[in-house]
């Protein structure tokens, strides 16, 4: 039960697009397309932003997208704007475990 | 509103013991698979275990195997985790976490968390 690798950290201007990858095995993220990604800002309780990969719960902004290739996810954020400055986690179905990421902090500049 | 309300943290001495509880509404609890997610201090989100809808079945991570038990009472809409032999290292902010429709993997609401301290 490995935490997924993400970057400890990324940065954009505002306007600017920023990607978090989140690499795993086939075990986990290779394996199903059921990687989901939270935002979580200081003190608060994670929030859905991306689930089964590609899919946006309602009320999250079309600047959110998810992706996957092999092992590896990945978050985009486009038209990158101050309120998304929070932290990132990636999460993972893999059988009878469930693995998050180590988290990403995303600046914005 | 989906409303999750975390309860039963607090100070307990390495070895010792103690009962989370999450109190769930707005949703009907018996539909859904609940989950214990925890963070320590400062650090990244660590899943812990998971329980079915109906509560037939049940997982946990390495690090708590054998020391907590997840548990629910599906009539009063209430997750529950046992947790024993408790060690420095649980020392974390615990949230339940309500999953997406039957069959999912992902978490769509989480309740603010009650905070673990074990610590003598």
């Known amino acids: 039960q490995s935490a997924l690798t993400q970057p400890r950290s990324v940065s954009g201007s505002p306007g600017q697009s920023v990607t978090i990858s989140c690499t795993g095995t086939?075990?986990?993220?290779?394996?199903?397309?059921?990687v989901s990604w939270y935002q979580q800002h200081p003190g608060k309780a994670p929030k859905l932003m991306i689930y089964d990969v590609t899919k946006r719960p309602s009320g999250v902004p079309d600047r959110f997208s998810g992706s996957k290739s092999g092992n590896t996810a990945s978050l985009t954020i486009s038209g990158l704007q101050a309120e998304d400055e929070a932290d990132y986690y990636c999460?993972?179905?893999?059988?009878?475990?469930?693995?998050f990421g180590g988290g990403t902090k995303l600046t914005v500049l | 509103e989906v409303q999750l309300l975390e309860s039963g943290g607090g100070l307990v001495q390495p070895g010792g013991s103690l009962r989370l509880s999450c109190a769930a509404s707005g949703f009907t609890f018996s539909s859904y698979a609940m989950s214990w997610v925890r963070q320590a201090p400062g650090k990244g989100l660590e899943w812990v275990s998971i329980i079915t809808n109906s509560g037939g079945s049940a997982y946990y991570a390495d690090s708590v195997k054998g020391r907590f038990t997840i548990s629910r009472d599906n009539s009063g809409s209430t997750l529950y985790l046992q947790m024993n032999s408790l060690r420095a290292e649980d020392t974390a902010v615990y949230y339940c976490?309500?999953?997406?429709?039957?069959?999912?993997?992902?978490?769509?609401?989480w309740g603010q968390g009650t905070l673990v301290t074990v610590s003598s």
């Open positions: 086939s075990s986990d993220v290779g394996g199903y397309n059921y």
């Open positions: 999460y993972s179905y893999a059988g009878r475990y469930r693995v």
């Open positions: 976490a309500k999953h997406g429709d039957l069959g999912s993997y992902y978490f769509d609401y």
